[in-house]
């Protein structure tokens, strides 16, 4: 790892007052000798101690702890920074978008020669997000997250409103909906989590990032993205939808209360609605996400993470033989579905086993995760580039700015200053950046 | 750089006409009334203001998942046994061990670094020595440096010297603060006469001794309001652990509740079992301001200088 | 409790010795620290082609580049601007409460116990010091958003408009309140703890001399804790410099708070979001700077006038 003499310098130092105080701390590498060998794990998903505990129980040389961690963008910069020092865990649970950043960080390791065909488990489209398009694998999908179409389906009936195939229909139901309420709103567009806008592009056929020899190129102000920021612009701005972020306490209490009708939202979302609208149990239905194209039906993704092997790991064999467990298993999945309430991204076991019952908030669509596979068949592809948590940092603060003046062409010139700001970040930090 | 406020040996600062030693004797009457009442209605004013919110802490503890977003704000609901069985059941009862992670962290912290800010400020404002106000200054302008950008750097070095994601990776940081070390030096002044230092050493005391002996019991209550400030500092650290450490097992409650507030886009927050926490979490720090409230109504002054 | 080794030190050498222990962390826990992230605000990294696979990422000598970068940041100065206008609001009402709640709870104490009243006030106004960010951010959101707010509730009950407080000029207000609610019994307790190191003899004597207790709140109480108030101020400044958690907690509630809303967001998203440490520091580096000035300048001009004024008297 890069150590630069003033680091040593000041290492030296502080490790001389250190030991001279007496003080012992505890390195974190474990030993490569002859016992089992120790891996630790970076994961935020919950109940992922029980299911490790699982593959310890049988396997007494391979020994996993888990480490639990809060998610985020700042989780990154996190194992960027620990993989600097050299101090990274052997196992990260990582968001797909986040994957590109961690290659180019040099903290994931290629575990192709490991996995061998472990590929086959997994939809293509998914399998793509771990290669970066290469002959290497630098993760092992874990969960996905197919986009869906939430709606209330008493309020729908009680309104007469029809659920929208299309995202014309989609917008004239919102339309209906002011008409006959208008202290009511199909949803919101929120400005707050760019991943819910991302998947919409990537379902309208947006490749923000595609490589060409050496060079990125950078598509995120292309037509498909345009098509569906003006879409979005359009109602805002003629008050169809509401404009407020999501997950606020507000939100929350809009959902609750049926003052939002509908949520744009991914195959996790029952989980959420659980706590965020807990007096609606029973009251919602899921349907594919509205096509751009009713005859060619696409869906996005929102979510979704992998296990990848950090390449200061000292067993990768040992870490890549876990993952593989937990990703593919079937007893680790049902264990990951029950435990930790993930969709996994593995094919076969989107249908039966554990995902056999439908979520208990939505009991009253028992054919949920039957549809859901159907739809997670549909998943366009996804382009992550190097760069995304730029991309996401500033969607956060341009669409902020376009969805407060309410005015379409605002969404517009956000899009391009979203896209201006990530191909200047990429010129900047040296990469190979096509036209 | 050699600006100080900070007052050195006492002379200067009673202003004119404030001269110690007055006899004693009970003032009028007749002012005392409005005198008593005012200052306490405009307390009590204060302290609904500041109270409002942490009410809301306390209620919102007692909601449910389904009442915390349907009942009306301050309205208590039916919950909270629910949500502490709910909270201690957690990855099997880790909460405690962040509690009692924090209370290390910050009892252990808190009580070294008062002990560095009463040495240092009372060095600082006793003794005259040359680079005196420079050392002040360049300790003050340790605070200037946002702790944001510390927080990697630090983290960097911590790894090299082997120390990453341990317990003194936390601890020792926090051991230093400019804050205190400018209000230790502050209260000395205050508090230490520079004639009572001189007269000691006249009688052949030595240094060490005058401070354990003589000056540290004299700026007790001061050091007091250090320690208090240093706990609950450690205590809402965020960033430092935050990027210190990768063991939840070592993790204080801040950084817990967060974990319980990130979980993932294909989990929901746990609203409810943050909330409770962080209720717990503030009622130490109530205890430790009630226990350390007793030492402000000591007077700084008795004691010390009839000895 | 009589240390021999310790006694041995003469006055000549004694303070040497004492400020060792705070010296030597402060080497270690910041000067180091600082140095190294000034140092890494002269790096940058270079990435090759595609930055991917190992080695296609380097850390270079940047020279001032980052710098006239961050200098060159129109949302850096906007940034700054935002800040200053949230200072003026913070800084003189977090302050005057603090002083004024200080003075209260001193008032009229003549060896008297206080009242239990005034001891749970005390504690009341110091409590929201112990709520920690992630639960602010709850808490404001409840009592801010409208659809939620009690405030609103009561509002519109009662007939009246509602404002936004989360857009333009109620906004700052929104921000600043949240600062004066978690900071004023922090320096309330400040002061307090200055004014109980002044004698109660002191007051006798111009009680006897027919002062109310308004003058001499006025004439001897805060000219006595004026080292406080500095001590105060100069933290409060540089805490309003580095405002960080009160726009932080806000910005998911709205559409208003940018992640840039203050030059340390910025420096936050930059280091922490974007992963670009070299650029953050540099701007650290420029706000740190731009502290300096203005918090050691202000405590330069006030040495010198309490100098003066003492010369003068």
Known sequence: ?435 | MSATVAPGPRDTRYPPGARAGSPVSRPAGARRRPGRLVPTAVLLLGAVYCLLPVAWVLVAATKSGRELFSTFTFLPGSGFADNLTDLSAYRDGVYWRWMANSAFYSGLGALLSTAVSALSGYTLAVHRFRGREAVFNVLLAGVLMPPVILAVPQYLLMAEAGLADSYLSVLLPSILSPYGVYLARIYAAAAVPADLVEASRMDGAGEWRIFRAIALPMMLPGLVTVFLFQFVAVWNNFLLPYIMLGDDEKFPVTLGLYTLLQQGSNTPALYTLVITGALLAIVPLIALFLLIQRFWSLDLLSGAVKS | MTRRGGASAGPRRAPYVFLLPGLALFALFFALPIGYAVFLSFRRVEVEGLGLGSGAREEVWAGLANYTAALGDSELLAGALRVLGYGAIVVPAMLGAALLFALMLDADRRGRRETWLRGFSRLAIFLPYAVPGVIAALLWGFLYLPDVSPFHHALGAAGLPEPDLLDGGPLYVALANIAVWGGTGFNMIVIYTSLRAVPTEVYEAARLDGCSQWQIALRIKIPMVVPSLVLTFFFSLIATLQVFSEPTTLKPLTNSVPTTWSPLMKVYQDAFVKGDIHSAAATAVVIAAVTLVLSFGFLKAANSRTKQQGATR
Not at chain 1, 54 to 80: C, Y
Not at chain 1, 122 to 151: E, H, I, R
């Open chain 1, 1 to 435: 790892m890069q150590s630069t003499p003033l680091r040593r310098l000041a290492a030296a130092s502080l490790a001389a007052a250190l030991s001279a105080a007496a003080l012992t701390g505890c390195g974190s590498s474990g030993d490569s000798g002859s016992g089992p060998a120790e891996l630790t794990y970076w994961a935020w998903a919950p109940g992922m101690d029980k299911v490790a505990e699982l593959w310890n129980k049988e396997n007494p040389d391979i020994q996993v702890t888990v480490k639990k961690q809060a998610s985020g963008d700042d989780l990154v910069t996190k194992i960027l920074t620990a993989a600097k020092a050299g101090e990274a865990p052997d196992l990260v649970q990582a968001e797909y978008q986040a994957l590109p950043t961690l290659v180019s960080g040099d903290v994931l390791a290629d575990i192709s020669d490991e996995v061998k065909d472990a590929g086959k488990a997994f939809p293509a489209g998914v399998w793509q997000q771990v290669t970066l398009g290469s002959d290497a694998v630098y993760a092992l999908p874990q969960d996905s997250g197919p986009m869906m179409f939430y709606y209330r389906e008493d309020l729908f009936e009680q309104y007469g409103l029809e659920v929208p195939g299309t995202w014309q229909e989609f917008a004239d139901t919102a339309r209906e909906l002011k008409k006959q309420a208008p202290d009511k709103a199909l949803t919101t567009f929120s400005s707050n989590d760019s991943g819910l806008f991302a998947g919409l592009a990537q379902q309208a056929g947006a490749k923000w990032w595609t490589t060409s020899g050496e060079q990125w190129k950078v598509g995120i102000d292309d037509a498909a993205t345009r098509k569906v920021a003006d879409f979005w612009g359009g109602l805002v701005e003629e008050g169809a939808i509401d404009n407020q972020p999501m997950y606020t306490p507000a939100w929350n209490k809009a959902m609750n209360t049926g003052e939002q009708l509908a949520w744009v939202s991914a195959v996790w979302a029952p989980g959420t609605l659980t706590t965020a609208a807990p007096d609606t149990k029973g009251k919602w239905a899921m349907a594919p996400l509205p096509q751009w194209d009713a005859s060619k039906e696409r869906t996005g993704s929102w979510g979704g993470s992998t296990t990848g092997v950090s390449r200061d790991c000292d067993h990768p064999e040992a870490a890549a033989e876990f993952a593989t467990w937990l990703n593919t298993d079937p007893e680790a999945l049902a264990a990951l579905v029950k435990e930790g309430g993930i969709y996994p991204a593995a094919t076969a076991a989107q249908t039966g086993g554990a995902l056999a019952e439908p979520p208990a908030f939505f009991a009253n669509q028992p054919d949920f995760y039957t549809e859901a596979a159907e739809i997670a068949k549909t998943t366009a592809p996804a382009a992550w580039g190097p760069n995304v948590n730029v991309a996401y940092g500033t969607f956060k603060d341009e669409f902020g700015k376009a969805a407060k003046s309410k005015k379409a062409e605002a969404f517009a010139t956000a899009l391009e200053s979203m896209h201006r700001a990530t191909v200047a970040d990429l010129t900047k930090q040296g990469f190979g950046v096509a036209g």
